[in-house]
């Protein structure tokens, strides 16, 4: 299966939850090209954006992981080449 770059936007809305996605972030290190994080403090909320460069079954596993995390919304945007 061939590899694509893909961008997960996270949106926190519960900042107890860092820990799990930092954690969860970790173990997908290797496929993980960028990161970048902003926080949204007259909101309450973090955004986060990661940009892989993984096989489908890995991103998902990463998207479907932190969207099960309460307070976190994730969506992709993977490139068609």
Known sequence: MK???TVI???VENPS???AINDLLHSFDSYIVGR???PYREKGIAIICIVMDAQSDIVSSLSG???MINGVIAKTVTAQK
């Open 3 to 5: 590899s694509r770059i």
């Open 9 to 11: 936007s996270i949106i």
């Open 17 to 19: 939850a860092s820990e």
């Open 36 to 38: 970048m994080g902003i």
């Open 65 to 67: 992981k932190l969207g």
